[in-house]
């Protein structure tokens, strides 16, 4: 049974690093449209890192994405510079989205492999019970 619970471990490491990624996913996207306003920069997108571990996946660290800030013009705007520019954000909300429900759906998998793992374990607990 060692190896049915090494299977829950894993399983549970990835529904911790899942759930972690869409924290940071949703926090991207409540941010999106956040612009320059004075010295302070626009958000800047964040990427979760992982890594193989020895019970699953690990987080590695989160970093901020290199991409440069989408620029609009708009003389109008009281946060645009001398040229009428305005530095919104580099996230993306439809890339955002798309990786939201690819973390959704890995972490339902994780649910799905845990929750197989638990009933072998269960079935081979009941094994010569009369």
């Known amino acids: 049974m060692a190896g049915l619970n090494h299977s829950m471990r ?6 911790v690093a899942e759930r972690f990624r869409m924290d940071v996913i949703s926090t991207n996207i409540a941010n999106a449209n956040s612009m320059k306003v004075g010295n302070q920069m626009p958000y ?14 690990r987080i590695t660290g989160v970093i901020q994405d290199p991409r440069e800030f989408r620029v609009e013009f708009d003389p109008g705007n009281p946060n645009a ?6 530095l919104y954000s580099n996230v993306r909300p439809i890339e955002e989205m798309v990786d939201m429900i690819g973390a959704s759906r ?3 998998a994780n649910i ?8 072998m374990i269960r079935s081979a607990l009941n094994i010569g019970k009369v």
């Open 81 to 86: 510079d001398a040229r009428g520019r305005v």
């Open 10 to 15: 894993v399983s549970a490491s990835g529904m």
């Open 106 to 108: 890995a972490y339902e």
């Open 44 to 57: 800047q997108r964040r990427i979760v890192q992982l890594a193989p571990g020895p019970d699953g996946v």
């Open 112 to 119: 799905a492999a845990f929750n197989a793992a638990r009933g």
